[in-house]
C-alpha cells in the first residue's frame, strides 16, 4: 500500500469544491521493484554502489522538474522522471499499483529527494568515472530504488501513528498539523523563481528600506555585493537553469539545470565580479553539503532528530564540482532565498536587535500587503467614498487612540478585516517528536503570544469583540450598517495553506470571539455582526487576487468559500484552484513589472560583452 500526502495546489474536480481529494498516492517501492525490502539496511547497500556526485546530481536535476512552478503537467514530469529512471516492465508495475489506487500518480517527488539527498551525503562515495556513471541504465534503476524505498521511509517517519483516532477526530487533527505542513511542504513547488525574485527585489528596496534604512550598506558590508545586483545574479541563475520542463531537457542536455561556473566569468567583467563573490557565500562542495547533512536521525536534547532541516541548502543552494560544474540543488530553497534571504544576512546574534530587525520586517509585509490592496481597491475620485482603509484608527471609550485592524474594506452591510503576519516556524519545531510542541508555536505565533497578548487572530477577535460592544469607535470610518464581517488573517507563511491549519486558526478565532451565538453554519453572532469563521489568506494568493477582482469581489469570493467549506478544512488557496473561480484567476500585473525590473539589471550585468554561454 502506497502512502498518502496532502496536494497543495492539485486534485480532482467536483461539483463542490468543499468536497475536492486533496490527498495524493506515492508509488510504494514494492509496487515497482516486488524483491526489494523497504528497510535502511537495504537503503544502504543500495546507496553503496552508486556514485555520490552524480547521484546528488540526479536528485537535483529531477527537483528542478518536478518542482517546477510553471509547468502545470504533473503526469508529464512524472513520466519524463520514469522514462529515465524505470524499464518499460517497471512502468506497467507503477501503472498497476495507480489502477488500485485513488490518488494522483507520483513516484518521484520534492520531499523524497532532498530526504535522499541526506542519505547520500551520508552513505555514498565518489567512485572512479564519476561525472559518466548514470550513463548506465542500471545504475540509474538502483537509483530509482533507493529513490522509493525513501519514500517509504518518508511516509514512515512522518505520519507515524499521528493520525489514529482512538483520541477522537479533533486530537487527531491537533496531532496531525505538523505532518500536514511536511506533507504539503514535500509537494509544493512554491512561487515561480522569477516572480520569487521580483517580491524580494519589491519587498526590500521598496517597503523595508523605510522601515530600515540601513538595509541595503548592512547587506553590502556582510554580502559584499549590492543588493540591486544580488537580485539580478538571482533572475539570471533563475531564468536560464530554473524551470526546467520534461520537453527542455530531452530536447538538448543544455536544459538539463546544469552550468558551467566559468560561464559567469567569461559573460561580462562585471558579472565575473558579481558571480565570484555570489558563489563563494551561495554554492558548496559535495563535502561541504556532506559534512552539513550527513547526520542521519540523531535526535536532539529538544527532540527534533534534524531530519527536516536543510538550512544548510537554503543558506547555499547550489551544488559545485571541482571540475566547474553546478546545479541548484532545491528550486524552492533558492526561491527563498530571495524572498526572505537577504533579512537572514543581516540578522545580528543579538536576539534582541534581531528581534527589532525582524518586527520591522513585519511592518515591511504590511505595507507591500496594504499596496496590494489598495491596487485591487484604487483610491476614488472626489466625493466618492473610498472604501480601503488601511491602518483602520479608533478610539476607545476614553477617547484614547488604538488601531483597529491593519486593513479594511468596507461594502456597507458587509466589512473585511485583515490582520496582517510576517512570521516564521522552525524546521525543528515541525518534526518534534511532541505533536503538541508545533501546535503550542502556532498557537504563540498567530494567536496569543507567551506573554498571553494577543497576536493576528488574537488582535482580529479582540476588535471585533469591542467594536460590536461599542468600546471602539473606528476613525473616519462608518460600520454603525455593517452586518456580517469578514475576518481575514493574512500570513508570509505559505505552508499555513497546508490542510487542517485553517481549521485550526479558525478555532483559535472561535474561541478569542467569546460569540452570543455560533450557529451550526459555523457562523457567529456578536452584538450586530454576523462573522464568518476566520479566513487565511497567504500572500501567493493575495497577489493571485490583485488582477482577479476585476472579474469578482472579495466578499463574493469570501461568501462562497464560507458556503462552500465552514470548516475552513481546505485552504482558501485550494478552494480557489478547485471552484468556478479558478477560471477567473489572473496573474499580479504589479508582481510582473517588479519581474521586467529584475530582468532589466540581469541584462546589464551580461551587457558588456564576452564569450561565454547561458
Known amino acids: 500500500m502506497g502512502n498518502r500526502l496532502w496536494l497543495p495546489n492539485e486534485g480532482d474536480r467536483n461539483k463542490d469544491a468543499g468536497k475536492t481529494n486533496q490527498i495524493g498516492v506515492y508509488v510504494s517501492v514494492n509496487a515497482v521493484f516486488p524483491d526489494v525490502t523497504p528497510n535502511e539496511q537495504t537503503l544502504k547497500k543500495l546507496l553503496s554502489s552508486l556514485s555520490r556526485t552524480d547521484a546528488l546530481f540526479g536528485c537535483a536535476r529531477l527537483n528542478l522538474i518536478v518542482s517546477n512552478p510553471s509547468y502545470e503537467h504533473h503526469l508529464n514530469k512524472q513520466l519524463y522522471c520514469m522514462h529515465n529512471f524505470l524499464s518499460m516492465e517497471e512502468m506497467r508495475g507503477v501503472a498497476k499499483f495507480m489502477s488500485a489506487h485513488n490518488g494522483r500518480l507520483t513516484v518521484f517527488f520534492r520531499g523524497q529527494l532532498l530526504e535522499l539527498m541526506r542519505w547520500i551525503c551520508h552513505i555514498c562515495k565518489d567512485l572512479p568515472g564519476d561525472g559518466t556513471t548514470f550513463d548506465d541504465p542500471e545504475a540509474r534503476r538502483t537509483f530509482a530504488k533507493a529513490a522509493l524505498i525513501v519514500s517509504d521511509l518518508w511516509g514512515w517517519r512522518t505520519y507515524q501513528d499521528k493520525m489514529r483516532l482512538d483520541e477522537g477526530v479533533d486530537a487527531a487533527r491537533l496531532r496531525s498539523l505538523g505532518t500536514a505542513r511536511l506533507a504539503y511542504d514535500a509537494q509544493s513547488a512554491g512561487l515561480d523563481p522569477i516572480m520569487a525574485i521580483a517580491r524580494g527585489r519589491t519587498l526590500f528596496l521598496d517597503y523595508f528600506v523605510q522601515h530600515h534604512p540601513s538595509f541595503s550598506d548592512e547587506f553590502a558590508t556582510k554580502s559584499g555585493l549590492d543588493i ?65 547533512l550527513s547526520t542521519i536521525g540523531e535526535e536532539t536534547q529538544e527532540g527534533s532528530s534534524g531530519w527536516r532541516d536543510f538550512s544548510a541548502i537554503r543558506e547555499r543552494p547550489i551544488l559545485r564540482t571541482e571540475d566547474g560544474r553546478a546545479i541548484v540543488l532545491d528550486p524552492l530553497l533558492f526561491a527563498e532565498s530571495a524572498s526572505a534571504g537577504p533579512l537572514f544576512k543581516i540578522l545580528p546574534r543579538d536576539k534582541k536587535a534581531g528581534d527589532v530587525i525582524l518586527t520591522r520586517f513585519g511592518y515591511a509585509f504590511e505595507s507591500y500587503s496594504n499596496s496590494v490592496l489598495r491596487r485591487m481597491y484604487p483610491s476614488p475620485k472626489e466625493y466618492v467614498v473610498d472604501r480601503l482603509t488601511c491602518n483602520l484608527k479608533g478610539q476607545d471609550q476614553h477617547g484614547n487612540p488604538i488601531e483597529i485592524a491593519d486593513a479594511c474594506l468596507n461594502n456597507v452591510d458587509e466589512v473585511v478585516l485583515i490582520e496582517s503576519k510576517a512570521t516564521w516556524i522552525r524546521d525543528d519545531v515541525v518534526e518534534h517528536r511532541d505533536p503538541r510542541q508545533y501546535v503550542r508555536l502556532l498557537h504563540e505565533r498567530y494567536s496569543r503570544r507567551s506573554d498571553n497578548q494577543p497576536k493576528g487572530v488574537g488582535q482580529l477577535a479582540n476588535a471585533i469583540c469591542k467594536l460590536a460592544t461599542g468600546e471602539w469607535r473606528p476613525i473616519n470610518e462608518d460600520l454603525s450598517l455593517a452586518r456580517t464581517i469578514f475576518p481575514v488573517l493574512l500570513v508570509h507563511d505559505t505552508r499555513l495553506d497546508g490542510i487542517s491549519h485553517a481549521h485550526f486558526l479558525a478555532n483559535e478565532f472561535r474561541d478569542a470571539i467569546v460569540a452570543d451565538e455560533i450557529r451550526p453554519n459555523w457562523e457567529m453572532r ?18 493571485i487576487l490583485e488582477r482577479s477582482v476585476e472579474h469578482f469581489s472579495l466578499a463574493d469570493l469570501f461568501r462562497e468559500y464560507s458556503r462552500a467549506c465552514p470548516d475552513r478544512m481546505m ?17 499580479s500585473g504589479s508582481l510582473a513589472e517588479s519581474g521586467l525590473k529584475v530582468l532589466d539589471v540581469a541584462k546589464g550585468l551580461m551587457a558588456s560583452g564576452g564569450s561565454g554561454e547561458f
Open 228 to 292: 540591486e545586483d544580488y537580485f539580478g545574479l538571482l533572475c539570471v541563475i533563475a531564468v536560464h537553469y530554473l524551470n526546467r520542463t520534461p520537453e527542455q531537457v530531452a530536447a538538448s542536455t543544455d536544459k538539463s539545470g546544469i552550468f558551467l561556473l566559468r560561464y559567469f566569468a567569461e559573460k561580462s567583467p562585471r558579472l565575473a565580479e558579481i558571480s565570484e563573490k555570489y558563489f563563494s557565500q551561495a554554492a558548496q562542495s559535495a563535502d561541504e553539503l556532506c559534512a552539513a
Open 526 to 543: 456578536k452584538g450586530q455582526f454576523t462573522i464568518t469563521p476566520l479566513i487565511v489568506l497567504t500572500i501567493d494568493t493575495l497577489e
Open 571 to 587: 485552504s482558501l488557496h485550494n478552494f480557489l484552484a478547485f471552484s468556478d473561480f479558478g477560471k477567473k484567476l489572473h496573474a
